[in-house]
């Protein structure tokens, strides 16, 4: 297992922008795809972007495409998502997850998640 943090939730304004660091404990990260997945009140937690090992390949789901990306710095153990034109629909819990396989955008198939964090974005 990976322990994962993530940090840099917070307030802002539709239009706004928010970068998501998760850093990542062990020595194996790079053998792990990260996603990031995030929950809002009511409602089931859903995929919003993945990234496999070695940076090569990224998804995203159709919600965010073009405003959001996910990165990662295997020599730091940290994932970032930086989240850019924030709408208000964005508003929830970012959560940060490690998976070795199954598929990227299922949240059943990642095995280590942080503790979340929060991101609310005013109309």
């Known amino acids: 297992q990976v322990q994962l943090v993530e940090s840099g939730g917070g307030l802002v304004q539709a239009g706004g922008s928010l970068r998501l660091s998760c850093t990542a404990s062990?020595?194996?990260?790079?053998?792990?795809?990260m996603g990031w997945f995030r929950q809002a009140p009511g409602k089931e937690r859903e995929f919003v972007a993945a990234?496999?090992?070695?940076?090569?390949?990224?998804y995203y789901a159709d919600s965010v495409k073009g405003r959001f990306t996910i990165s990662r710095d295997n020599a730091k153990n940290t994932v970032y998502l930086q989240m850019n034109s924030l709408k208000p629909e964005d508003t929830a819990v970012y959560y940060c997850?490690?998976?070795?396989?199954?598929?990227?955008?299922?949240?059943?198939?990642?095995?280590?998640w942080g503790q979340g964090t929060q991101v609310t974005v005013s109309s």
């Open positions: 990234i496999t090992r070695s940076g090569a390949n990224t």
């Open positions: 062990g020595r194996t990260f790079s053998s792990y795809t």
């Open positions: 997850a490690a998976k070795r396989s199954g598929y990227y955008y299922r949240p059943q198939d990642y095995t280590d």
